[in-house]
């Protein structure tokens, strides 16, 4: 419709673009994003204010006590006192050795770095998904290494390693051992709980039901005590159950509760088109599961099951209330040893049990969020 | 019926019978009776070993101790607990000391969990950073650690009681014993008389709200709804105080030569609600910010252009429907809270399972509270989850 082409009665015409000027510079650059995030407003100024004045009353005295009033050598409490109110760094490298492995005994503790470095040489490549030997991997993850990490740390005479006894075992050894045998132990049983609860069969659902909201409604303690104080009654007289071990059970059960809701939560997510497409073709009801619905159920929600993991992980430490020497435990139990009595001491441990915490934790939740970009397979719109 | 019958012999006729065993209902039956067979003989031998244990273990069975004099002191005790009491009264205090820590605790993990939640969203940049800060920090270490921090590691600094800390000059005493704050005592009858017109001020102020809604539903004109109820609320309250001749009277706490008398806090309480209101706090921050970004944007443009002020449509349009993603969430993390009150063991701050604790080792029934802690701890768990259902049915979308 329109005319393009040039009247030539006009006087003037520019024939090519101008250059375009520089945005003005209060617009751009690093003073345009201060004025926009921090001083839009008088409001949003004051509010500046505020966030830096917090962040002045908490950086500079954590610093403070880490590292610039810390005692970095010296051998009881008193050498502690004299530096100020600061860190008390040689009280961690003296018990380092229980913060790792509790009381197990000296000699045997190549045992415990064995299990240590087998766990994380197996699971790290399990967890790059670019590595090759998938099945092979997870097969001596999950199949072998739990049993020779059993020999490894309780003792087997007729293979010459002696037995330890759970009682010395502590530390961040005992820690590690009851969230991973947690996590392996709470996902299957919470995948069969989920499947329970959305089963036909009427006595299987309400089983599935009560069993999931009951440990859902109590707390981990009552349930540790619980699995401390009556877990020996309930076996035949004379058996006796590891101290450890009721810790592990309680924690196994109480986590597949949780763990069964995170992924009922998947599997109710899943179109009622994939049930029917798997029946179509004449799969069983396992297969249906476990080819067709569980690896997208699963898949869609890692975030849970990893937050499930992690808040496990986080409460391992309860295990310190019935008696065991988990991390925070050990920590804790330094407290009865008069040497390194000074008043920083406990808060440099806790420090310590901080750190390594979080460095679990978050790791767990980045490589969560990680793993949810690469498996973003187009469910979501 | 006729037709019924003839309908499905002709199916019969038609379908070639698959065998008893491959049909699902039969093979549902059969799963399930083995499944209640398995857990009857579970539970058959778990209760037959318990039985045979506890005899050869002299313990006794029942409920009967509830009635005996416990030989124990508490530090916290809400309600009456004299020296004769017995271990079922010692339980009712546990159980009283639970529900005001977790009361105590949602009530502050719920304001600054908000707080949080929006400073999180705040376009400033500082309060955004600190806000996710904490969130990361808090959410990912253990709550027992935090609760460590803060009674073994922060509160042991508090000085004796002949240094004690005195913030608001003689009122408040802080020590290492607990924070002393003055005791408020109401000439008789004064409390009632107030409880009493703080409910006659509830229902007025639903009567006002039915009545100022029903008048902006004929005539378009609003009434400050929220405003009146407060000032009922408040109001009434303080005339019958007022009125009732002011009775009040505050009794300091009073520093003697090695301790300081009066109504008193203990510091397990305050280290505990401080670990549990930090802690929940940061879950609750994420819900809140989550439940705001689910209100998408178009609603606050349209609200804007139907000339809404700000105000209303936060008020009328983002706030309410926020609320229904926050809600469901909102009523785990308060049960989370209640649940983990019972880290109170660890520090000393007499609460269900700590006393439960004490009670199990003097008697050794240990199947017994173990029956009383799950009941109680269910029937919290359950009378929340009612009550938040209530509300969440309440804001619910009404779909057509």
């Keep these: 419709m329109s005319d393009t082409s040039v009247d030539p009665n006009r006087a003037f015409v520019r024939a090519e673009m101008l250059t375009a000027r520089p945005a003005p510079g209060l617009t751009v650059g690093p003073i345009a994003w201060m004025r926009e995030n921090l001083a839009s407003s008088p409001g949003n100024f004051l509010l500046t204010l505020v966030g830096i004045l917090i962040l002045y009353k908490l950086i500079p005295p954590v610093i403070e006590f880490a590292f610039i009033k810390a005692t970095w050598t010296g051998t009881n409490g008193a050498d502690c006192r004299i530096a100020g109110f600061g860190a008390c760094w040689p009280y961690v490298v003296d018990y380092l050795d229980e913060f790792a492995y509790g009381r197990y005994p000296f000699a045997e503790r190549w045992r415990v770095n064995t299990v240590f470095v087998l766990f994380f040489a197996l699971m790290v490549p399990l967890m790059i998904p670019k590595l090759p030997h998938k099945g092979w991997n997870a097969l001596a993850f999950f199949g072998i290494f739990p049993v020779v990490a059993f020999f490894l740390l309780v003792g087997s005479p007729t293979l010459g390693l002696p037995i330890v006894e759970t009682r010395n075992w502590g530390g961040l050894l005992v820690t590690l051992v009851v969230a991973v045998t947690g996590i392996v132990a709470s996902l299957p049983m919470g995948i069969l709980l989920a499947l329970g609860r959305r089963s036909k069969m009427p006595i299987i659902r309400l089983l599935s039901v009560v069993y999931i909201e009951v440990w859902r409604g109590v707390p981990l303690i009552t349930v540790l005590f619980m699995a401390n104080t009556m877990l020996p009654l309930f076996v035949h007289e004379g058996q006796s159950i590891d101290n450890l071990l009721r810790a592990l059970i309680g924690v196994a059960f109480f986590s597949a509760a949780y763990m069964a809701e995170v992924v009922r939560g998947g599997l109710q997510a899943i179109p009622k088109g994939q049930y029917e497409g798997a029946m179509a073709l004449g799969l069983s009801y396992w297969k249906m599961m476990l080819l067709i619905i569980l690896p997208q159920a699963l898949k869609l929600v890692i975030p849970g099951i990893v937050n499930t993991f992690i808040g496990l992980f986080k409460d391992t430490t309860l295990v310190a209330i019935v008696g065991l020497f988990d991390l925070l435990g050990m920590i804790q139990a330094t407290r009865a040893n008069p040497v390194w009595a000074a008043p920083t001491t406990m808060l440099t441990g806790y420090l310590v049990a901080a750190i390594v915490y979080f460095t679990f934790c978050y790791g767990m939740s980045r490589y969560s969020q990680y793993m949810e970009r690469r498996l973003a397979t187009g469910h979501k719109r | ?400």
């Design chain 2, 1 to 400: 019926m006729a037709s019924d019958a003839s309908g499905s012999r002709r199916s019969d006729d038609l379908a070639p019978k698959a065998a008893f065993y491959n049909d699902p209902k039969i093979r549902g039956y059969f799963y399930q009776a083995v499944v209640v067979l398995l857990l009857a003989w579970g539970i058959w031998s778990i209760v037959s070993n318990t039985i045979e244990n506890l005899q050869t273990r002299n313990i006794a069975q029942g409920f009967g101790f509830l009635d005996v004099t416990a030989g124990f002191d508490l530090s916290v005790a809400l309600i009456d607990y004299p020296k004769n009491a017995t271990y079922g009264r010692a339980i009712l205090v546990g159980i009283v000391n639970t529900l005001v820590v977790a009361v105590i605790g949602i009530f502050f993990a719920t304001l600054l969990g908000f707080i949080i939640g929006v400073a999180r969203l705040s376009k400033n940049f500082v309060i955004q950073r600190l806000a996710t800060g904490y969130v990361e920090t808090i959410r990912n270490l253990p709550l027992l650690l935090q609760l460590f921090f803060w009674y073994f590691g922060v509160l042991s600094f508090l000085p004796n009681p002949r240094d004690s800390l005195k913030p608001m000059g003689e009122a408040i005493f802080i020590n290492n014993r607990g924070f002393f704050v003055p005791e408020i005592v109401l000439a008789p009858g004064i409390a009632q008389g107030m409880l009493i017109a703080a409910a006659i001020a509830v229902a007025a102020a639903v009567l006002v709200r039915n009545w100022a809604k029903r008048r902006q539903d004929l005539t378009g004109k609003p009434f400050p709804v929220g405003l009146t109820a407060a000032g009922l609320v408040l109001g009434l309250p303080l005339l019958v105080f007022v009125v009732s001749g002011a009775a009040i009277q505050l009794v300091y706490p009073v520093k003697g030569a090695f301790n300081v008398t009066g109504a008193r806090v203990v510091p397990e309480f305050i280290a505990l609600l401080l670990a549990l209101t930090s802690y929940t706090a940061a879950f609750i921050a994420e819900i809140v910010r989550a439940g705001i970004m689910a209100v998408s944007h178009g609603q606050t443009e349209a609200a804007r252009s139907l000339g809404l002020s700000p105000s209303h449509t936060l008020r009328l349009v983002v706030i309410p429907q926020a609320m229904r993603v926050i809600i469901p969430p909102l009523t785990s993390q308060y049960l989370n809270l209640t649940k983990n009150s019972s880290l109170a063991v660890a520090v000393g701050y007499p609460d269900l399972v700590y006393i439960g604790g004490t009670v199990l080792n003097q008697t050794g029934q240990s199947v017994e509270v173990v029956a009383i802690w799950m009941l109680i701890y269910l029937t919290i768990s359950v009378a929340t989850s009612a009550f938040m259902n209530w509300y969440n049915r309440r804001v619910a979308i009404v779909e057509r």
